[in-house]
């Protein structure tokens, strides 16, 4: 037993110890290509971070203070060395190291990332079980629609329609922010709810959590509408295989086959395309930052993107890349977990 274990743990470090150096490549490769594309955009940086009235030779030195006037593989070449020492470059427009203000503004992103995570998992599972374990029912029928509808709205569009209704008619939820401007809460993590809850101020953690609900089911509906039915067509699938059918003909009750021994293997599928769609949250974060008045990087991005804050650019996407990057090798490390059949190999 000793030995398998050994067996398990050295291909256990081994795997991880590839893809760490493969995701290493690949943020490597990815920054140098968006590093060249942020300086292809149209437009002057130096001149728009200083304004259109900024005297000529003022704007002439910021050029070389930033490097622009070197060549791209100069430029890269400073950029890379001030990565390796922790610095992302100075913003063009908070005039403050990038590394500093994707500290400041990340954390609202991750929060809005895993509360959306949150509910997707939950909600895929229940509707794609209680489906598939009941194919062709009403709540299969409903399921179905909702699938339809879900996958073809956009989140912003979600989100617009959630303002209207939730906030605009009803007055049920906050339409924007974090926490409503009369509360203070502070800054310890970043992570509001936690930050309220070490304060020990339960009304500040019932308004952020408030907040927290449009974007999040914004963001959640569209892949928990995808990820149900995928779920759903597998438990349909794994029901009617042999092992399943035998076990039913025990005597044991349909809803202990459906959940014990249906489920895990429908999920294996499920997982993978579970895994990039959390990961894509901050993707499709951007327009839902905008419409929410949402302080994350997610927005922060966008208004680099506006304003030609050519490290701050670079610096979003590297993120969202290392975000990425995490999420697959966790969701290698689950699949390897639950399939007996990858250990096997």
């Not at 922790?86 to 063009?92: E, H, K």
């Not at 809005?112 to 895929?124: D, H």
């Not at 395309?273 to 993707?283: C, K, P, Q, R, Y």
Request: proline residues 5%.
């Amino acid at each position: 037993m000793k030995k398998i274990k050994n067996v398990f743990s050295q291909i256990y470090r081994s795997y991880l110890f590839r893809r760490t150096i493969i995701s290493f490549l690949s943020l490597l490769g990815l920054s140098l290509i968006i590093f060249a594309l942020a300086r292809v955009i149209p437009g002057d940086p130096a001149r728009m971070a200083l304004g259109p009235r900024a005297p000529e030779d003022v704007v002439e030195r910021y050029r070389e203070m930033l490097h622009l006037k070197d060549p791209l593989i100069a430029q890269y070449y400073y950029w890379l060395s001030d990565l390796f020492h922790g610095r992302l470059g100075i913003s063009l427009v908070t005039f403050r190291d990038v590394s500093a203000d994707i500290l400041e503004f990340l954390p609202a992103t991750l929060e809005l990332m895993l509360f959306t995570a949150i509910i997707q998992i939950i909600g895929t599972i229940i509707l794609g079980t209680i489906s598939g374990c009941r194919p062709g029912s009403l709540v299969d029928g409903a399921l179905r629609i909702f699938a339809y509808v879900g996958i073809t709205i956009p989140a912003f569009v979600w989100a617009i329609l959630f303002q209207l209704i939730f906030s605009y008619y009803l007055g049920w939820l906050p339409a924007v922010g974090r926490i409503s401007e009369d509360l203070r809460v502070p800054r310890v993590t970043g992570f509001m709810l936690i930050d309220t809850i070490l304060t020990g101020n339960v009304r500040a953690f019932i308004d952020a959590l408030q907040h927290l609900i449009l974007p999040s089911l914004s963001l959640a509906l569209g892949a928990m509408a995808q990820e149900a039915r995928i779920l759903r067509s597998s438990l349909v699938e794994n029901i009617g295989k042999d092992y399943v059918v035998t076990f039913a003909s025990h005597g044991i009750p349909y809803r202990t086959v459906c959940f014990k021994y249906a489920l895990k293997p429908s999920l294996l599928g499920l997982v993978p395309v579970m895994g990039l769609d959390i990961a894509s949250i901050i993707a499709n974060a951007f327009m839902v930052e905008m419409i929410f008045n949402w302080p994350g990087i997610s927005r922060y991005g966008i208004t680099a993107m506006l304003r030609k804050d050519l490290n701050a650019i670079v610096g979003v996407v590297l993120v969202v890349g290392l975000i990425y990057v995490i999420v697959n090798i966790l969701v290698d490390i689950l699949i390897f977990i639950l399939d007996p059949r990858i250990r096997r190999r």
